[in-house]
């Protein structure tokens, strides 16, 4: 068994979602990866260029967003799949 998949398997669960952002994983660039109810709001400093948020409440083409602004200003656009 790899290390990888014996820390997956015996993971603690982070908090269930809600307005305030949960963060994920945190670099030293910022957020990278991140999930909640609201989807952060645009010009929002912290989240790294590419960051993904997870929008637990999305539905049809708002479940999953990438931060395309700055790590100093964020503008989170959702992804679709054409």
Excluded: K
């Excluded at 990888?4 to 660039?29: C, K, L, Y």
């Excluded at 709001?41 to 395309?68: K, R």
């Amino acid at each position: 068994m790899s290390v990888e998949s014996f820390r997956h398997e015996n993971m603690i669960p982070s908090p269930a979602a809600s307005a305030t952002v949960v963060v994920m994983w945190r670099t030293e660039d910022g957020i990278l990866q991140a999930y909640g109810n609201t989807v952060p709001t645009d010009a929002t400093a912290g989240y790294a260029i590419g960051c993904l948020f997870h929008h637990t409440d999305g539905g049809d083409a708002t479940a999953l967003y990438v931060n395309e602004g700055t790590a100093a200003s964020c503008d989170f656009n959702a992804i679709t799949v054409a």
